[in-house]
T-cell receptor, first 114, second 113 residues
Framework: GALVYQYPRRTICKSGTSMRMECQAV??????VAWYRQSPQKTFELIAL?????????EQNFTQEKFPISHPNLSFSSMTVLNAYLEDRGLYLC??????????FGHGTKLSVL | QQQVRQSPQSLTVWEGETAILNCSYE??????FPWYHQFPGESPALLIA?????NKKEDGRFTIFFNKREKKFSLHIADSQPGDSATYFC????????????FGQGTKLSIKP
């Protein structure tokens, strides 16, 4: 079956430092990978959408300078949160899409900032 | 405008009743409307989805009703069970292959036994 592994599951970083999270698609080709953030008590905000062989598209309020993303092949993507501060806390989700319409989500990376 | 509005914010129903969750949108180019549920500490999981070619989609106790003219869609959970208690998110996307989902604000559903 199709699975998406995301790691780490939880991470704590000091204010001003950076952390990287990774997403691995198993059982299907992740043509597109979307990174979302769920802030406390909020819904999912799309950070950026990455499609293999195309430029990564960032949503308003999110930039490559703050959330650089790599999507080098059809099974792997990573995103870094640079200079993390309190407002960056939340659950970060990667959602990988193949040829059909279903988006498979990883378990998420819960980021806490001290 | 690419926004999806969801209501109510929270909902409590008795076991066996039908829970109804509502969403609306403005962008008429949306062509894929999934519902996800999320249990505490878990990632969202796809529950059921519909395309505008249909106005109803059923999967067991879960039914989506879709009104293209009014740009509304709803999730009906029949014969609610305590295990259905979770947060439910509606979403919409323009080109489903691209994975760009716009999520509603979520409805926290509680089923009382």
């Amino acid at each position: 079956g199709a699975l998406v592994y995301q790691y780490p599951r939880r991470t704590i970083c000091k204010s001003g430092t950076s952390m990287r999270m990774e997403c691995q698609a198993v059982g299907f080709q992740a043509t597109s990978v979307a990174w979302y953030r769920q802030s406390p008590q909020k819904t999912f905000e799309l950070i950026a959408l990455s499609t293999v062989n195309s430029a990564i598209k960032y949503e308003q309020n999110f930039t490559q300078e703050k959330f650089p993303i790599s999507h080098p092949n059809l099974s792997f993507s990573s995103m870094t949160v640079l200079n993390a501060y309190l407002e960056d806390r939340g659950l970060y989700l990667c959602g990988a899409g193949g040829q059909n319409e279903r988006l498979f989500f990883g378990h998420g990376t819960k980021l806490s900032v001290l | 405008q690419q926004q999806v509005r969801q209501s109510p914010q929270s909902l409590t129903v008795w076991e066996g009743e039908t829970a109804i969750l509502n969403c609306s949108y403005e962008d008429s180019t949306f062509d894929y409307f999934p519902w996800y549920h999320q249990f505490p500490g878990e990632s969202p999981a796809l529950l059921i989805a519909i395309r505008p070619v249909s106005n109803k989609k059923e999967d067991g106790r879960f039914t989506i009703f879709f009104n293209k003219r009014e740009k509304k869609f709803s999730l009906h959970i029949a014969d609610s069970q305590p295990g259905d208690s979770a947060t439910y998110f509606c979403a919409a996307s323009v080109n489903y292959n691209q994975g760009k989902l716009i999520f509603g604000q979520g409805t926290k559903l509680s089923i009382k036994p």
